[in-house]
Protein backbone atom coordinates (compact mmCIF):
# COMPACT_ATOMS: atom_id res chain seq x y z
CA UNK A 1 0.00 0.00 0.00
CA UNK A 2 2.59 2.39 0.84
CA UNK A 3 4.47 1.36 -2.60
CA UNK A 4 1.38 1.95 -4.78
CA UNK A 5 0.84 5.72 -2.66
CA UNK A 6 4.52 6.55 -3.17
CA UNK A 7 4.94 5.22 -6.84
CA UNK A 8 1.10 7.45 -7.26
CA UNK A 9 3.07 10.55 -5.84
CA UNK A 10 6.10 10.12 -8.54
CA UNK A 11 3.85 9.59 -11.24
CA UNK A 12 2.28 13.16 -10.22
CA UNK A 13 5.21 14.77 -10.15
CA UNK A 14 6.03 13.26 -13.71
CA UNK A 15 2.74 14.15 -14.96
CA UNK A 16 2.73 17.61 -14.03
CA UNK A 17 6.70 18.20 -14.57
CA UNK A 18 5.58 17.01 -18.35
CA UNK A 19 2.79 19.52 -18.46
CA UNK A 20 4.97 22.72 -17.18
CA UNK A 21 7.76 21.28 -19.66
CA UNK A 22 5.28 21.76 -22.36
CA UNK A 23 4.55 25.14 -20.83
CA UNK A 24 8.12 26.31 -20.03
CA UNK A 25 8.78 25.44 -23.97
CA UNK A 26 5.62 27.72 -25.37
CA UNK A 27 6.95 30.77 -23.59
CA UNK A 28 10.55 30.20 -24.13
CA UNK A 29 10.27 29.68 -28.29
CA UNK A 30 8.05 32.94 -28.12
CA UNK A 31 11.56 34.64 -28.56
CA UNK A 32 13.70 31.82 -29.33
CA UNK A 33 13.80 28.47 -31.20
CA UNK A 34 12.83 25.36 -30.95
CA UNK A 35 16.68 24.53 -31.82
CA UNK A 36 17.74 26.21 -28.92
CA UNK A 37 14.83 24.58 -26.78
CA UNK A 38 16.78 21.31 -27.91
CA UNK A 39 20.18 22.31 -27.23
CA UNK A 40 19.74 23.71 -23.64
CA UNK A 41 17.32 21.08 -22.60
CA UNK A 42 19.59 17.99 -23.57
CA UNK A 43 22.44 20.21 -22.03
CA UNK A 44 20.38 19.98 -18.42
CA UNK A 45 19.77 16.06 -18.74
CA UNK A 46 23.26 15.13 -19.48
CA UNK A 47 24.87 17.78 -16.48
CA UNK A 48 22.21 16.23 -14.13
CA UNK A 49 21.20 12.39 -15.19
CA UNK A 50 25.15 10.90 -16.17
CA UNK A 51 26.75 12.30 -12.47
CA UNK A 52 23.45 10.44 -11.03
CA UNK A 53 25.00 7.25 -12.89
CA UNK A 54 28.52 7.66 -12.10
CA UNK A 55 27.96 7.60 -8.60
CA UNK A 56 25.32 5.25 -8.27
CA UNK A 57 25.53 2.88 -11.08
CA UNK A 58 28.61 1.91 -13.06
CA UNK A 59 30.17 1.15 -16.61
CA UNK A 60 30.09 -2.53 -15.53
CA UNK A 61 26.55 -2.86 -15.11
CA UNK A 62 25.95 -2.18 -18.57
CA UNK A 63 25.86 -5.90 -19.96
CA UNK A 64 25.91 -6.18 -22.82
CA UNK A 65 26.95 -4.02 -26.40
CA UNK A 66 23.33 -4.56 -27.37
CA UNK A 67 21.92 -3.22 -24.43
CA UNK A 68 23.87 0.27 -25.29
CA UNK A 69 23.10 -0.17 -28.95
CA UNK A 70 18.79 0.07 -27.58
CA UNK A 71 19.29 2.82 -25.13
CA UNK A 72 21.64 4.60 -28.21
CA UNK A 73 18.30 3.67 -30.15
CA UNK A 74 16.05 4.93 -27.64
CA UNK A 75 17.64 8.37 -27.30
CA UNK A 76 18.18 8.98 -30.77
CA UNK A 77 14.21 8.14 -31.23
CA UNK A 78 13.15 9.94 -27.74
CA UNK A 79 15.57 12.25 -26.48
CA UNK A 80 16.30 13.60 -29.64
CA UNK A 81 14.16 12.87 -32.96
CA UNK A 82 10.77 12.83 -30.32
CA UNK A 83 11.61 16.03 -28.86
CA UNK A 84 12.55 18.19 -31.89
CA UNK A 85 9.45 17.18 -33.05
CA UNK A 86 7.53 17.78 -29.68
CA UNK A 87 9.04 21.37 -29.22
CA UNK A 88 8.67 22.19 -32.63
CA UNK A 89 4.88 21.59 -32.64
CA UNK A 90 4.60 23.38 -29.26
CA UNK A 91 6.26 26.46 -31.51
CA UNK A 92 3.80 26.23 -34.22
CA UNK A 93 0.35 25.35 -32.65
CA UNK A 94 1.21 25.75 -28.99
CA UNK A 95 1.07 23.57 -25.90
CA UNK A 96 -1.94 23.11 -25.06
CA UNK A 97 -2.88 21.31 -29.35
CA UNK A 98 0.35 19.65 -28.69
CA UNK A 99 0.35 17.91 -26.26
CA UNK A 100 -3.12 15.71 -26.75
CA UNK A 101 -2.38 14.98 -29.99
CA UNK A 102 1.96 13.91 -28.75
CA UNK A 103 -0.31 11.41 -26.40
CA UNK A 104 -1.53 8.92 -29.31
CA UNK A 105 1.79 8.13 -28.48
CA UNK A 106 -0.22 5.28 -27.11
CA UNK A 107 -1.39 4.36 -30.55
CA UNK A 108 1.89 3.68 -31.76
CA UNK A 109 3.32 2.17 -28.89
CA UNK A 110 0.42 -0.93 -29.34
CA UNK A 111 1.29 -1.12 -33.58
CA UNK A 112 4.82 -1.30 -32.07
CA UNK A 113 4.20 -3.62 -29.28
CA UNK A 114 2.02 -6.27 -31.85
CA UNK A 115 4.72 -6.06 -34.17
CA UNK A 116 7.90 -6.41 -32.12
CA UNK A 117 6.93 -7.59 -28.81
CA UNK A 118 4.99 -10.50 -29.03
CA UNK A 119 1.61 -8.41 -27.67
CA UNK A 120 -1.73 -9.53 -28.53
CA UNK A 121 -4.45 -6.67 -30.02
CA UNK A 122 -7.78 -6.84 -27.38
CA UNK A 123 -10.86 -5.13 -27.94
CA UNK A 124 -10.18 -2.99 -24.88
CA UNK A 125 -7.56 -2.21 -27.04
CA UNK A 126 -8.98 -1.50 -30.14
CA UNK A 127 -11.61 0.93 -27.86
CA UNK A 128 -8.82 3.13 -26.69
CA UNK A 129 -7.52 3.49 -29.82
CA UNK A 130 -11.19 4.60 -31.37
CA UNK A 131 -11.16 6.93 -28.45
CA UNK A 132 -7.37 8.45 -29.22
CA UNK A 133 -8.19 8.77 -32.88
CA UNK A 134 -11.89 10.71 -32.63
CA UNK A 135 -10.12 13.06 -29.87
CA UNK A 136 -6.89 13.75 -32.39
CA UNK A 137 -9.32 14.28 -35.38
CA UNK A 138 -11.23 16.73 -33.38
CA UNK A 139 -8.43 18.34 -32.15
CA UNK A 140 -7.32 18.67 -35.97
CA UNK A 141 -10.71 20.01 -36.80
CA UNK A 142 -10.90 22.42 -33.92
CA UNK A 143 -6.77 23.67 -35.14
CA UNK A 144 -8.30 24.22 -38.60
CA UNK A 145 -11.50 25.98 -37.45
CA UNK A 146 -9.66 28.70 -35.35
CA UNK A 147 -6.94 28.47 -38.33
CA UNK A 148 -9.40 29.79 -41.05
CA UNK A 149 -6.76 31.76 -43.08
CA UNK A 150 -4.40 29.59 -43.17
CA UNK A 151 -4.70 26.81 -45.76
CA UNK A 152 -5.85 23.35 -44.85
CA UNK A 153 -2.32 21.83 -46.15
CA UNK A 154 -0.27 23.87 -43.77
CA UNK A 155 -2.78 23.05 -41.11
CA UNK A 156 -2.31 19.42 -41.62
CA UNK A 157 1.38 19.53 -41.48
CA UNK A 158 1.67 21.82 -38.88
CA UNK A 159 -0.13 18.53 -37.15
CA UNK A 160 1.85 15.99 -38.35
CA UNK A 161 4.73 17.80 -36.42
CA UNK A 162 3.22 16.58 -33.03
CA UNK A 163 2.02 13.17 -34.22
CA UNK A 164 5.96 12.69 -35.34
CA UNK A 165 6.66 13.21 -32.15
CA UNK A 166 4.44 10.24 -30.67
CA UNK A 167 5.83 7.45 -33.39
CA UNK A 168 9.27 8.48 -32.06
CA UNK A 169 8.07 8.68 -28.39
CA UNK A 170 6.31 5.09 -29.30
CA UNK A 171 9.70 3.91 -30.45
CA UNK A 172 11.64 5.11 -27.25
CA UNK A 173 10.24 2.03 -24.99
CA UNK A 174 10.59 -0.74 -27.59
CA UNK A 175 14.36 0.13 -27.24
CA UNK A 176 14.35 0.91 -23.67
CA UNK A 177 12.82 -2.99 -23.08
CA UNK A 178 15.26 -4.76 -25.48
CA UNK A 179 17.89 -2.49 -23.05
CA UNK A 180 16.59 -3.73 -19.67
CA UNK A 181 16.05 -7.20 -20.67
CA UNK A 182 19.46 -7.74 -19.97
CA UNK A 183 19.37 -6.58 -16.47
CA UNK A 184 20.68 -3.37 -17.35
CA UNK A 185 20.28 -0.93 -14.85
CA UNK A 186 17.75 1.78 -15.61
CA UNK A 187 20.05 4.75 -14.20
CA UNK A 188 23.34 3.56 -16.23
CA UNK A 189 20.69 2.96 -19.30
CA UNK A 190 18.89 6.39 -19.28
CA UNK A 191 22.86 7.60 -18.91
CA UNK A 192 23.42 6.37 -22.32
CA UNK A 193 19.82 7.22 -23.53
CA UNK A 194 20.60 11.06 -22.77
CA UNK A 195 24.22 11.28 -23.75
CA UNK A 196 23.92 9.23 -26.92
CA UNK A 197 20.92 11.80 -27.56
CA UNK A 198 23.44 14.88 -27.46
CA UNK A 199 25.98 13.33 -29.22
CA UNK A 200 23.76 12.57 -32.12
CA UNK A 201 22.50 15.94 -31.99
CA UNK A 202 26.52 17.34 -31.92
CA UNK A 203 27.02 15.90 -34.93
CA UNK A 204 23.94 16.72 -36.98
CA UNK A 205 24.56 20.40 -36.14
CA UNK A 206 28.60 20.05 -37.33
CA UNK A 207 27.56 17.95 -41.07
CA UNK A 208 24.61 20.39 -41.40
CA UNK A 209 26.74 23.76 -40.08
CA UNK A 210 23.61 24.78 -38.09
CA UNK A 211 23.81 26.84 -34.93
CA UNK A 212 21.34 27.44 -32.13
CA UNK A 213 19.34 30.23 -34.04
CA UNK A 214 19.20 32.83 -31.24
CA UNK A 215 21.44 33.91 -28.55
CA UNK A 216 21.39 31.44 -25.88
CA UNK A 217 21.99 34.34 -23.34
CA UNK A 218 19.19 35.80 -23.52
CA UNK A 219 15.83 36.81 -22.13
CA UNK A 220 14.69 32.97 -23.27
CA UNK A 221 17.42 31.42 -21.70
CA UNK A 222 15.49 30.75 -18.15
CA UNK A 223 12.77 28.82 -19.97
CA UNK A 224 15.03 26.39 -21.66
CA UNK A 225 16.43 25.74 -18.09
CA UNK A 226 12.99 25.09 -16.88
CA UNK A 227 11.78 22.90 -19.55
CA UNK A 228 15.64 21.03 -19.27
CA UNK A 229 14.82 20.42 -15.53
CA UNK A 230 11.15 19.60 -15.72
CA UNK A 231 11.85 17.07 -18.27
CA UNK A 232 14.97 15.21 -16.58
CA UNK A 233 12.51 15.76 -13.34
CA UNK A 234 10.00 13.97 -15.23
CA UNK A 235 11.75 10.93 -16.56
CA UNK A 236 13.30 10.49 -13.20
CA UNK A 237 10.03 10.29 -11.32
CA UNK A 238 8.67 8.06 -13.78
CA UNK A 239 11.30 5.35 -13.97
CA UNK A 240 11.14 5.61 -10.65
CA UNK A 241 7.75 5.09 -10.16
CA UNK A 242 7.46 2.43 -12.45
CA UNK A 243 9.79 0.35 -10.04
CA UNK A 244 8.24 0.50 -6.69
CA UNK A 245 4.60 0.38 -7.97
CA UNK A 246 2.60 -1.38 -10.66
CA UNK A 247 1.94 -0.07 -14.02
CA UNK A 248 -1.81 -0.02 -13.54
CA UNK A 249 -1.29 2.24 -10.82
CA UNK A 250 1.24 4.80 -12.59
CA UNK A 251 0.29 4.79 -16.27
CA UNK A 252 -3.15 6.54 -15.73
CA UNK A 253 -1.70 8.81 -13.26
CA UNK A 254 0.83 9.91 -16.04
CA UNK A 255 -1.81 10.03 -19.41
CA UNK A 256 -3.31 13.25 -17.34
CA UNK A 257 -0.46 15.40 -18.28
CA UNK A 258 -2.31 16.87 -21.48
CA UNK A 259 -5.10 17.71 -19.07
CA UNK A 260 -2.71 19.49 -16.78
CA UNK A 261 -1.02 21.36 -19.73
CA UNK A 262 -4.62 22.96 -20.76
CA UNK A 263 -4.70 23.79 -16.50
CA UNK A 264 -1.10 25.50 -17.00
CA UNK A 265 -1.61 27.31 -20.59
CA UNK A 266 -4.86 28.57 -19.11
CA UNK A 267 -3.52 30.02 -15.92
CA UNK A 268 -0.62 30.94 -16.67
CA UNK A 269 0.05 31.69 -20.34
CA UNK A 270 -1.01 35.03 -22.35
CA UNK A 271 -4.26 34.44 -23.59
CA UNK A 272 -3.01 35.72 -27.10
CA UNK A 273 -0.29 33.29 -26.97
CA UNK A 274 -2.60 30.74 -25.96
CA UNK A 275 -6.37 29.91 -26.99
CA UNK A 276 -7.77 27.12 -24.61
CA UNK A 277 -11.31 26.39 -25.49
CA UNK A 278 -14.02 24.05 -23.75
CA UNK A 279 -14.12 22.20 -27.26
CA UNK A 280 -10.17 21.37 -26.66
CA UNK A 281 -10.80 20.56 -23.09
CA UNK A 282 -13.62 17.61 -24.39
CA UNK A 283 -10.80 16.58 -27.07
CA UNK A 284 -8.30 16.16 -24.79
CA UNK A 285 -10.12 14.33 -21.94
CA UNK A 286 -11.03 11.91 -24.98
CA UNK A 287 -7.57 11.44 -25.85
CA UNK A 288 -6.16 11.04 -22.19
CA UNK A 289 -8.75 8.16 -22.11
CA UNK A 290 -8.44 5.96 -24.89
CA UNK A 291 -4.43 6.74 -23.67
CA UNK A 292 -5.13 5.27 -20.47
CA UNK A 293 -7.26 2.77 -21.77
CA UNK A 294 -4.58 1.43 -24.28
CA UNK A 295 -2.01 1.72 -21.70
CA UNK A 296 -3.14 -0.26 -19.13
CA UNK A 297 -4.42 -3.36 -20.97
CA UNK A 298 -1.49 -3.24 -22.11
Known amino acids: MVDALLGA ?45 VVFSSPAEVTSLEAVGAFVGAGLAGSLFGRLCQFRAVETIGASRSAPV ?31 VAGVAYISWETASEEAEVPLREVGLSLAVPLGAAVFFAIEPVFISWGLADGTPVLAGFAIKVTAASVGFLLALALTRSLPDSDLLGPSLRWYVAAGVASTLALGAYFLALE ?11 QVSPLAVLVLSYTFLPRGLERVTWDLAVAASVVVAGAIVVSVSG
Open 9 to 53: GLALVAALAWAAQYVFVRLATTDGSTLDAVTVALICNVLIVVPLA
Open 102 to 132: VASTALFSTVLAVAFLGEALTLVHALGIVLI
Open 244 to 254: IAPVVVVVPII
